[in-house]
């Protein structure tokens, strides 16, 4: 199942990849992506207010699990920084590698709503479980790879 280790991983290993060919992504936008790989589950902020105060807020934050809702999002936040279009363009690397990680699940409840508010279909594709744990430890052996990877190309880049 895709939890936030995987979602963090994912974005990490995409972006590192990514900058063995294009400069533009560097080790200093990392963080930016791995945090845009988070933003979708944001919603999870509904968990402690109905602990603290015993209401339910989820049916209003529900929409920041889509992909309009985390870009909204991923706007506001980006207005936060001194470069807001890479921040804005990093923050959407990590949204999409979210949703692409959550379209790829096998959900009970009917899947994700792709493209809300203009539909209330909900997607999947069914090829990983819930339940599944097998997707977060190939996620971790691909991480591995790609970091020594990186170390030896940094290593001869730097010799």
Known sequence: MPDWLTHVLVAWSIRTVLGFR???????????????ALLPDAVKIAIPIQFLSGHDPSTMVATIHT?????????ILSLLFKDKKTVFLFLLLGILTHFALDLLM???????????????????????????????????????YVYLVARIKNSIDNS
């Open 22 to 36: 294009y400069k533009e992504f560097n080790s200093e936008n990392t963080v930016i992506a791995m945090l845009g």
């Open 67 to 75: 992909p309009l809702g985390s870009l909204i999002l991923g706007a």
């Open 106 to 144: 096998s959900y009970y409840s009917g899947g994700t709503y792709l493209l809300y508010p203009f539909s209330w279909n909900q997607w999947q594709i069914g090829l990983i479980s819930t339940v599944d744990y097998k997707i977060s430890l190939l996620t971790v052996i691909i991480s591995i």
